[in-house]
C-alpha cells in the first residue's frame, strides 16, 4: 500500500527506568503472592463476611461431594451451585485426583503446605509493599501521577469516554503521537490497580493479622470484620487476575514484542503515516 | 495474527508455565531458599513490635457476638494415658507446674488457680488455617502467676508443656503438643491461662483443665491441656529446637500475622 511506504518508525521512550522496575517486580512478587494465597486458601476453602466465620453458612465454598459413587468437586457461591469437577474442589490427573479447592498447578507449593506457602506469601508481601511504596514514591515526586496516569478533564468527557471504548471494542490501537501517551481507558485502568486494588491488598492483609488488630482496631472494623476482610481480599485479587487476563491480551493484540520491548528497553516504536515533516 | 506466531506464543507461554511451577517447588524443598524466607518472620515481628504498643489489647466483643459454633481444632481428647486418668478424677489430681528459670518453683491446685487474679475477654479466635470464631474466657493472668513463681533475670521464654500428643508417629520424642511465648506476650495483661469458656467449665476438646490464650496470635499459639509452665532462656533444646509443636514443622513462631 502506498500509505506504507510513507510510514515512517520512530522509537521514542515510553517507560521511565523506576516503572520498568517496579513493573517487573511486581510481576514476579504478585504471582508467587496469588499462588501461594490459593495455597493459603486451601486450607479453609470458605469464605464469610462480618468478624466470625459462620461454618454452616459460608457465601462461597469450594467443597468435595460423593454424589452417589461419584466424588464430585462443588463450588458453591451464595444459592447457586457448580460442578466444578477437575478444576475446584476434586482436581488432578484422572485416576490419581485428590481433594482441595484450587488445583495443584495454581498453587505454591503445587502439594498441600500451609505452612511453605505462608512463609512464602509473607516474604513475598514484604517485596510487594517495598516495590509498591517505591512506586508511588515515584510517582508522586517525579511527576508520573500527574503527567502520565490523571485523565485529563477533556478524556473524563462522556463523548470522548465513549469514543474510546467504541474504539477499544473494535481493538483499534492509537497510532502516530497518540500512541505516545495512555488514553483514557488505560489511565483509569492502571489508576484502579496501582490507587485502589493493590493497596487494598495490603489493607485487607494486614487486616487478618490478630497482631496488626491491636494496633490499628479501626482498619479491620472498616471493612466490617476479619473474615469480611479475607472476603475482600479475595475479591480484590481475583479483580488483579481479571485485569491481567484482560491486560495479558491487549498486549498480544496491540503488539506484543513492541509492548514488551517498551516495558524492558523503554523504547517504543510509533509508526508514523505520511508524515512528511 | 499468523497461525504460526499464535503457535509460538502459546508453546512459549506453557514452557514458561511448566518451568515456573517446578521451579518454585524445586525452591519451596531447597533449605537456603525457605531460609531466606524465613526472615520474613523477623521482620514482620520487628515491624509489629515496633508499630504496636506492648500493651496494645486485642479488641474484645459483647456476649452478643459469641459464636455458637466455635470450632476445635488439633487435639480434641487426649489419649496420654496421664491425661484420661485425670479427665477420670475431673482433674482433682491435676497440678499445674510453674518451673525452670523461676526462684519459687510451684505446683499449683486448680482451686488455687482459680484463685488467682483472673481476667474475662470475649475475644476472636484466628485459626492459621483462615476462620475465625468469637468466645468468652475466664482465666489467671499468666503474668501474675509468673511474680509468685518469680522469674529469674535470665528467663527469656515461657514455655507451655502440654498434656496431648498430636502426633504419635513422631520418632524424636517431639510429637507432644508445646508452645512458648516471648516475656512481652506473657507479662499481656489479657494472656491467661483460661479454666472457663462461654462462662462454663472449659470443655476438653478446648483445653481443659487450662488453655493460654495469647490474643494477639493465631490458634496454634493457644496451646491446650497445659500441664507445665517452664521458664526458659533459649528455646533450643525443647522439641524440635523452634519453639512449638508447629513451628517444628515450618510454621512461623512469631504468629501475629
Not at chain 1, 2 to 13: I, Y
Not at chain 2, 180 to 193: M, N, R
Amino acid at each position: 500500500m502506498a500509505g506504507d511506504e510513507m510510514a515512517r518508525k520512530e522509537l521514542v521512550r515510553r517507560h521511565s527506568g523506576v516503572v520498568r522496575l517496579t513493573h517487573w517486580v511486581n510481576v514476579v512478587a504478585m504471582l508467587v503472592l496469588l499462588m501461594s494465597g490459593l495455597q493459603i486458601f486451601n486450607a479453609h476453602p470458605a469464605l464469610y463476611w462480618g468478624h466470625a466465620s459462620t461454618f454452616a453458612d459460608p457465601w462461597l465454598s469450594v467443597r468435595k461431594v460423593e454424589i452417589g459413587d461419584q466424588p464430585r468437586g462443588i463450588t458453591a457461591i451464595g444459592s447457586l451451585t457448580l460442578d466444578t469437577t477437575g478444576l475446584l474442589g476434586w482436581s488432578g490427573p484422572e485416576g490419581r485426583r485428590e481433594q482441595r479447592a484450587f488445583p495443584s498447578w495454581s498453587t505454591i507449593p503445587s502439594w498441600r503446605d500451609l505452612a511453605i506457602g505462608r512463609r512464602w506469601h509473607f516474604f513475598f508481601a514484604w517485596v510487594f509493599v517495598a516495590n509498591l511504596a517505591l512506586y508511588w514514591a515515584w510517582s508522586l515526586a517525579g511527576g508520573h501521577l500527574r503527567r502520565d496516569l490523571l485523565p485529563t478533564r477533556a478524556q473524563l468527557r462522556p463523548d470522548h469516554l465513549a469514543h474510546e471504548i467504541a474504539a477499544h471494542a473494535r481493538l483499534r490501537f492509537a497510532k502516530g503521537d497518540a500512541a505516545r501517551t495512555y488514553n483514557v481507558i488505560q489511565k483509569l485502568a492502571y489508576l484502579s490497580v496501582v490507587a485502589v486494588l493493590l493497596p487494598l491488598m495490603v489493607a485487607t492483609g494486614l487486616s487478618m493479622s490478630p497482631g496488626f488488630n491491636a494496633t490499628v482496631p479501626g482498619l479491620v472494623d472498616l471493612f466490617g470484620g476479619r473474615q469480611s476482610a479475607r472476603t475482600i481480599h479475595f475479591l480484590a485479587a481475583s479483580g488483579l487476575v481479571l485485569f491481567v487476563a484482560v491486560h495479558l491480551a491487549l498486549v498480544v493484540l496491540s503488539g506484543p514484542w513492541n509492548g514488551v520491548r517498551s516495558m524492558i528497553t523503554g523504547r517504543y516504536a510509533i509508526v508514523r503515516e505520511g508524515d512528511r515533516s | 495474527m499468523t497461525l504460526d506466531r499464535r503457535r509460538w506464543l502459546s508453546a512459549a507461554g506453557a514452557a514458561l508455565g511448566s518451568a515456573w511451577l517446578a521451579g518454585c517447588d524445586r525452591l519451596a524443598t531447597n533449605s537456603t531458599f525457605t531460609g531466606v524466607l524465613r526472615v520474613a518472620e523477623r521482620w514482620t515481628k520487628g515491624a509489629q513490635r515496633l508499630v504496636t504498643d506492648r500493651n496494645a489489647l486485642a479488641r474484645e466483643f459483647s456476649r452478643a457476638e459469641i459464636s455458637r459454633d466455635f470450632r476445635a481444632n488439633g487435639t480434641l481428647r487426649p489419649q496420654d494415658p496421664e491425661y484420661v486418668a485425670l479427665v477420670a478424677e475431673n482433674f482433682a489430681g491435676y497440678r499445674l507446674v510453674i518451673d525452670g528459670l523461676v526462684e519459687q518453683p510451684l505446683a499449683l491446685t486448680l482451686a488455687e488457680v482459680r484463685a488467682a487474679p483472673a481476667r474475662t475477654q470475649v475475644t476472636r479466635h484466628d485459626c492459621v488455617e483462615g476462620w475465625s470464631s468469637i468466645g468468652e474466657w475466664t482465666g489467671a493472668r499468666l503474668s501474675a502467676l509468673l511474680d509468685r513463681a518469680r522469674l529469674k533475670p535470665e528467663a527469656r521464654y515461657i514455655v507451655l508443656h502440654c498434656a496431648d500428643t498430636l502426633d504419635p508417629y513422631a520418632t524424636d520424642g517431639a510429637g507432644r503438643y508445646y508452645e512458648s511465648i516471648d516475656l512481652v506476650d506473657a507479662y499481656h495483661p489479657q494472656t491467661i491461662l483460661a479454666y472457663a469458656m462461654n462462662g462454663a467449665t472449659l470443655p476438653v476438646r478446648h483445653g481443659a483443665p487450662l488453655r493460654l490464650r495469647v490474643e494477639r496470635q493465631l490458634g496454634y499459639k493457644h496451646a491446650k491441656y497445659v500441664m507445665r509452665v517452664e521458664a526458659v532462656a533459649s528455646l533450643e533444646g525443647i522439641g524440635r529446637g523452634q519453639g512449638g509443636f508447629w513451628p517444628d514443622r515450618g510454621y512461623e513462631w512469631y504468629a501475629g500475622i
